[in-house]
């Protein structure tokens, strides 16, 4: 064999040339797969949250097994969860456990539930995206600092109707889902 410079391979040369095994090549291989798994990790733990849906509790905006994205940064530099946010929490009755619901009430809120309707302050709120009630509730006075949740499907949700410590604190907000995807039939949609 010749190379660029018309001189032929040493046997040495040759077999250097073709040796399958390549150190240099495995470093190189070894450091993308360190430098995005690092990439990845800073990801998870700074920006986003991934998470599996094991209930029906959302449904019908998050089907039961969907996965979901949240983002960490939603509610950085004063901002504060709104009514309607879909949001990933710790579960006050045990923080060990996460959970997705929506934000129903606000600080300073008086919820109530009555005939099946959501009440806010006296007010009644549309909610085109939620199964309707069954029952009576309330009423319930957000304290400063807390929100009130609630899942799409209220007669399959246990939500701050039912929970000892009735309502999410703001620093157990973990993010705002922004997106929800799926395997079965791939695709991705947005969270609205």
Not at 10 to 20: G, I, K, L, M, S
Not at 164 to 169: E, G, I, L, Q, S
């Amino acid at each position: 064999m010749e190379n660029g410079n018309n001189s032929k391979f040493t046997a040495e040369q040759e077999v250097q040339h073709y040796r399958w095994f390549k150190f240099k090549e495995l470093l190189d291989w070894l450091r993308i797969l360190v430098l995005s798994f690092c990439i990845v990790y800073l990801l998870n733990t700074f920006v986003i949250i991934n998470a599996n849906v094991p209930t029906g509790s959302m449904i019908p905006t998050i089907n039961l097994g969907e996965k979901i994205i949240a983002s960490r940064l939603a509610y950085i530099n004063e901002k504060a969860p709104q009514r309607g946010d879909i949001i990933i929490f710790y579960y006050p009755d045990n923080e060990e456990i996460l959970f997705t619901k929506r934000v129903i009430g606000l600080p300073g809120d008086t919820v109530t539930i009555q005939d099946g309707q959501v009440y806010i302050n006296g007010i009644q709120l549309v909610e085109p995206y939620a199964s309707k009630t069954e029952g009576n509730f309330g009423p319930y006075e957000v304290p400063d600092g807390h929100y009130f949740v609630l899942g799409d499907n209220r007669n399959n949700s246990e939500d701050s109707r039912f929970w000892r410590n009735k309502y999410v604190r703001k620093d157990k907000i973990l993010g705002k889902v922004i997106i929800k995807y799926g395997f079965n039939k791939p695709y991705i949609s947005k969270i609205k």
